[in-house]
């Protein structure tokens, strides 16, 4: 639970990560395709880490991005190269645990 508030970067608080991500943000697992077969948040979409150069017409048009995976390393830089290539509005939601819980609790 150490990392449920994980948010702009540098892993601070953000306690609005919950109500963004019940407000249908565009959820993003960055771990590979084999981990987000293993147990994945309902509703995200798996752009693993390396792939994501490839695929940023993706990412366009979302209001708000919130990137996650195992343990909040990967998107942590997937967040960091989305930033550096123009979105500003992605936050790190740490592992993808920690998004299931937020869009499992009332």
Request: glycine letters at 14%.
């Given at each position: 639970?150490?990392?449920?508030?994980?948010?702009?970067?540098?892993?601070?608080?953000?306690?609005?990560?919950?109500?963004?991500?019940?407000?249908?943000?565009?959820?993003?697992?960055?771990?590979?395709?084999?981990?987000?077969?293993?147990?994945?948040?309902?509703?995200?979409?798996?752009?693993?880490?390396?792939?994501?150069?490839?695929?940023?017409?993706?990412?366009?048009?979302?209001?708000?991005?919130?990137?996650?995976?195992?343990?909040?390393?990967?998107?942590?830089?997937?967040?960091?190269?989305?930033?550096?290539?123009?979105?500003?509005?992605?936050?790190?939601?740490?592992?993808?645990q920690d998004i299931n819980d937020i869009l499992n609790s009332k």
């Amino acid at each position: 639970m150490f990392n449920l508030f994980k948010g702009f970067g540098g892993g601070e608080a953000n306690p609005e990560l919950a109500k963004i991500v019940k407000s249908g943000a565009y959820l993003v697992d960055v771990r590979t395709p084999e981990e987000f077969a293993a147990g994945h948040v309902k509703g995200s979409v798996n752009i693993p880490l390396d792939a994501i150069p490839q695929n940023l017409s993706k990412f366009k048009g979302k209001s708000h991005i919130v990137v996650f995976c195992r343990s909040g390393n990967r998107s942590g830089q997937a967040k960091a190269f989305l930033n550096q290539n123009g979105f500003g509005n992605v936050i790190n939601g740490g592992t993808w645990q920690d998004i299931n819980d937020i869009l499992n609790s009332k």
